[in-house]
């Protein structure tokens, strides 16, 4: 069975300073890894994605994540975090060698920036 | 926005009423997806279509039910809902059901169960 965890339910950090989400997963076969963002009362924006290649995988908004199979984690991060960067963060995975299924999300990580 | 909407935005509805949420997108794609997003749980996957063919449905109450008359357009027909069936209800659609794509999620509605 894939699942996902999320080990921080909240995460605190002053604007300009380097911003880590932490996620974790489970699959039986080879893993493709999300991660999604949500602002209040907003459906969930995609923000990049690791399918193979590169462990490092760039997206959106100055975001990147960092694919470590042998941890099995694939952690969000951003250099410079932004007041406007808060909101809820999902980490999702999908088996790559299962056809047919949905993606599988963790509970969520609420970002705050502080200016 | 994402190409995914939703109506309504926000429902209220008794227990004993029947409502039905409506998802459409024109984004072309082959896939549709109901979850529930509840408070500090995760995103629960619902339903599953493709091409117009349910696929997957994870173990939920008879209560819900999906239709999907063509691939633009995704239904939850709701009926006798209870108060924790109170949630976010989310669409989404991927370009199909591969497990590579990324899926493009509507703002969801807000729906209160009293």
């Known amino acids: 069975a894939q699942s996902v965890a999320q080990p921080e339910d909240q995460v605190n950090v002053a604007e300009g300073n380097p911003l880590t989400v932490k996620c974790t997963y489970s699959v039986s076969g080879n893993p493709y890894l999300f991660w999604y963002v949500q602002y209040p009362n907003r459906g969930l924006q995609f923000l990049l994605k690791?399918?193979?290649?590169?462990?490092l995988v760039k997206g959106s908004y100055g975001f990147e994540a960092e694919f470590n199979k042998s941890q099995t984690s694939f952690h969000l991060k951003k250099p410079s975090a932004l007041v406007s960067d808060s909101a809820l963060y999902f980490c999702a995975v999908r088996d790559r060698d299962q056809a047919g299924t949905a993606l599988i999300f963790g509970k969520g990580t609420t970002l705050s920036v502080s200016s | 926005e994402t190409g995914v909407t939703q109506t309504p935005r926000h429902l209220v509805m008794g227990m004993t009423n029947k409502k039905s949420l409506k998802c459409e997108q024109h984004?072309?794609?082959?896939?549709m997806y109901w979850y529930k997003q509840s408070a500090k749980k995760p995103l629960e996957l619902m339903f599953v279509y493709s091409l117009e063919e349910r696929v997957e449905n994870n173990s939920v109450p008879s209560r819900f039910s999906p239709e999907c008359p063509n691939s633009s357009h995704l239904f939850l027909h709701l009926h006798t809902l209870q108060p924790e069936d109170s949630a976010l209800y989310l669409c989404?659609?991927?370009?199909?059901?591969?497990?590579?794509?990324?899926?493009?999620f509507g703002q969801g509605t807000r729906l209160t169960v009293v």
């Open positions: 984004l072309g794609h082959n896939a």
């Open positions: 989404a659609s991927s370009p199909d059901a591969g497990p590579g794509t990324e899926a493009f």
């Open positions: 690791y399918i193979t290649g590169d462990n």
